[in-house]
């Protein structure tokens, strides 16, 4: 069984810290994604990578970056946490022909 | 770029009846439609997908349709139980499903006993 964990499940950070959210995959494949979640707005593309040290933007990137020196990690920072981060974080893995793995996400809260 | 709507947002059925989840998607190139299942405090997990070369997959009580002239596919689930509550997720990939999808927003399905 291929495996993605999310090193953290619950997270609670302060307004202006630097957040890191660690990501881990055993399937030796290329692909991963971060993902947010929010009640009423299903899941939200935040960044991927397609190979060590690639990334690409998805759909929300604002306030994100992310880092990946080897293949079988993906962080996600968030550079100056805001309450409105306060979300539900996915981490996902894929390879070829078959759909994605996710983690089982981790909840940050900004206070 | 790709757009995928789902629906009902809320889906309540009686334990025996079947369930239906529609979504539809904007672009024509997509051939790839999986969907997830969530579970209360878990990540999603993949429980049935389907490519644009076939129009309908089974496995046990779950089934997945898909008519690309329309640009429509659903989940039905029969006999439902109270284990198959959860929120649902459906989504499309123009990629084939090893690249970046687009989700739609989630039914969540809840089975009385």
């Known amino acids: 069984d291929v495996k993605v964990t999310q090193s953290s499940r619950y997270l609670v950070k302060r307004t202006g810290e630097k957040v890191f959210l660690e990501c881990v995959q055993d399937?030796?494949?290329?692909?991963m994604f971060w993902y947010r979640q929010d009640p009423g707005l299903g899941l939200r593309l935040i960044y991927f990578?397609?190979?060590?040290?690639?990334?690409e933007k998805g759909d929300i990137p604002e306030g994100y970056s992310v880092s990946r020196e080897k293949k079988e990690r993906f962080s996600l920072i968030l550079e100056s946490a805001s309450t409105n981060q306060t979300s539900m974080y996915l981490c996902?893995?894929?390879?070829?022909?078959?759909?994605?793995?996710f983690g089982s996400g981790t909840r940050l809260t900004v206070v | 770029g790709e757009n995928v709507e789902q629906h009902p947002s809320t889906l309540s059925v009686q334990e025996g009846d079947s369930a239906v989840i529609k979504c539809t998607y904007s672009?024509?190139?997509?051939?790839?439609f999986p969907w997830y299942k969530q579970e209360l405090g878990k990540g999603p997990q993949l429980i049935i997908d389907?490519?644009?070369?076939?129009g309908e997959k089974k496995d046990q009580r779950i089934a997945v349709t898909l008519n690309k002239t329309a640009k429509h596919f659903s989940l039905h689930i029969t006999e439902t139980q109270p284990e198959d509550s959860a929120v649902y997720f459906c989504?499309?990939?123009?990629?084939?499903?090893?690249?970046?999808?687009?989700f739609g927003k989630g039914t969540k399905l809840t089975v009385n006993p």
């Open positions: 996902a893995g894929t390879g070829d022909n078959y759909g994605y793995t």
């Open positions: 399937m030796d494949h290329e692909n």
């Open positions: 990578s397609y190979d060590v040290k690639m990334k």
């Open positions: 672009d024509s190139a997509s051939n790839y």
């Open positions: 389907i490519r644009s070369n076939v």
């Open positions: 989504a499309a990939s123009t990629q084939g499903g090893s690249e970046k999808l687009v």
